[in-house]
């Protein structure tokens, strides 16, 4: 069922409404499990409305198996969706530092606000986001370190690639995942994909990937399938970045989600103009290039790649 | 007086971003001041305040080689990029250098830009910054101190400004330049004031006289100047945030800096097709309007107004 779950009038004879579509079954009580699977937080990230789409066709096509509530959030940003806008339109701010909002303040705000309320009570919530349009990524569960001990387990079941723990940073509790972690929905966010894009293997897979996790916890009647990725984490070795020390054009080597030898040239950072090369990039380590930079023109500092270095690595010395 | 590049940043295309500071005085004496102008590419009065700061500095030191006592940098602004763009934020990904702080000299490029120019500032007694506010407001001239700054909130009255805003601190601040120059022992003010994209100059040169008072009462000039406000006290709940409830034209019909008692007209909302008169907005208590709305398109639920209520008069130090 589609219900409208904030409405706020636009000056000129328009409405900004945030949709989810709702499927439950027929009898709900206190134990009935609820999921609420977000995206389009950022709008310039397309990814998780191929995921949407799918998933919607799933429980449209197997109701009967339907045991606890699912909602699917498409569009969290509508307007910034529909301009390729990334931040909150107008006001020029990303809705994903401003949760877990405040109805007393400026209208992101307000709208972050509505979005805590509305997914509340989940159970268990999937923020799903595509990087940006400058960095193409291997699908991953991106999970606090404080978080860490509860939340593995169940990224585990989305069969995806790569989980990637991180260290708690104090920025990073104004996202939506750290307030509903707070509010104690387990909530997982994935990044695929790049941003203004959709990598229909990737969407497919993760498709896959939830309701294995909705079967996992009781939320769909379904046999659940082995995994058949093997998940990787940083749990016990190092996440390394390779940031442009020149400005210039990037042009990459290797293609993405490739395993690299430490030492392996990465690419390229050139000038149109003289015709030189500004930069080569070599790999620090032997690992897994699960980052890749997209958008080819690069500042110092630009980030270029992430690697996931091979903890064989470790057991070798 | 001694003009730097501070630090530089190259571009593909464009000529290289060069930060550029201002010194007088003599470099390591004490007392020491800093002053950094806007990050923000369109905080034209702050770049107005910085530019007229360093004329009437390098004027008077010429004049009189004792004028400056201690040693005073200013950097009039840290993003000539986005002002040559009319752009707010970085101009190739719409990063805000102001939540990059302390910064990450091998990160990214906003990282690289903010760790530049923390390592450049982060070392002087007294640090303050020229912002504008980031919503779509304008207003009045006053001072802020995050909430970790209580201990020195009596220098704030050196300013001689009508207020000083006490900021209750939420994770997005931990990465501003304030809150890392207050972690560094520096004593440090936002000075806030006029609107984005437009120079206000009566409020801007209020907030140069205020930074000149502040330089005098704290010994870092030989000057003299007339006595400015007591400096009231402005705590989180004395700001009352009046909300419009209807979308439309925005016809506003008091000023910032008003006096309005209760009951008092603000503003009124016009239907934007037919013209119908949807809303009046009404002050719902007495004070002083601090801010107000900016643009003449309102959504529904917007901030309308700030006002400082009446009875944080009673607010002591």
Known sequence: MIEEVFNVNLPVNETLTLRRNRFSPEDISTSTKRISIVTGIHGDEIEGQYVCYLLAKWLNNNKHCIKGIVDIYPSMNPMGIDSITRGFPFYDVDLNRNFPGNTSDFMPAQVANAIVDTVRGSDFAIDIHASNIFLRELPQVRISRSTADELIPLAEKLDIEFIWVHDAVTVLESTFAHAMNSLGTKTLVVEMGVGMRITKEYGQSLTKGILNLLAHVGIIERAVLPTTKTTVSNLHSEVFFVNASKSGIFIPILEHNVTVLKGEKLGEIIDPLSGRIQETLISPCNGLLFTIREYPVVYEGSLLARILEDPKEDTAL | ?317
């Open chain 2, 1 to 317: 007086m001694k003009e730097e590049v501070l630090f530089e940043i190259s571009s593909l295309s464009r000529n290289s971003l060069k930060v550029k500071g201002f010194r007088f005085g003599r470099e390591g004496t004490t007392p020491s001041c800093v002053i950094v102008g806007p990050m923000m590419g369109t905080a034209i009065d702050q770049l107005w305040i910085a530019s007229q700061l360093v004329r009437f500095l390098r004027q008077h030191e010429l004049a009189n080689a004792a004028f400056v006592k201690g040693e005073i940098l200013v950097i009039p602004t840290v993003n000539p990029y986005s002002f040559n763009m009319g752009k707010n934020f970085w101009p190739l990904d719409n990063t805000d250098i102001d939540v990059m702080f302390p910064g990450y000299d091998k990160g990214e490029t906003t990282q690289r830009i903010a760790a530049r120019l923390f390592e450049k500032t982060n070392n002087y007694d007294y640090a303050i910054l020229l912002e504008a506010r980031k919503d779509h407001v304008e207003c009045i001239p006053y001072v802020e101190v995050l909430e970790s700054g209580m201990s020195y909130i009596e220098d704030a009255r050196a300013f001689g400004l009508d207020f000083i805003h006490v900021k209750e601190e939420m994770p997005n601040d931990t990465v501003s330049l304030t809150y890392n120059w207050n972690v560094w022992n520096a004593k440090a003010f936002s000075l806030i004031s006029g609107k984005k994209g437009i120079l206000h100059k009566h409020e801007a040169n209020k907030v140069f006289d205020a930074i000149v008072r502040f330089l005098v009462k704290k010994e870092l000039i030989d000057f003299s100047t007339f006595e400015g406000s007591h400096g009231n006290l402005v705590m989180p709940n004395d700001v009352e945030a009046i909300k419009s409830s209807a979308a439309g034209l925005f016809d506003t019909l008091a000023n910032i800096g008003d006096s309005v008692v209760h009951g008092q007209p603000l503003a009124r909302i016009f239907n934007a097709l037919d013209g119908t008169l949807i809303q009046t907005i009404i002050s719902p208590c007495d004070g002083i309007i601090s801010c107000r709305y900016d643009y003449s398109l309102i959504f529904q639920n917007a901030i309308a107004y700030r006002i400082v209520k009446v009875e944080s008069a009673q607010n002591t130090l």
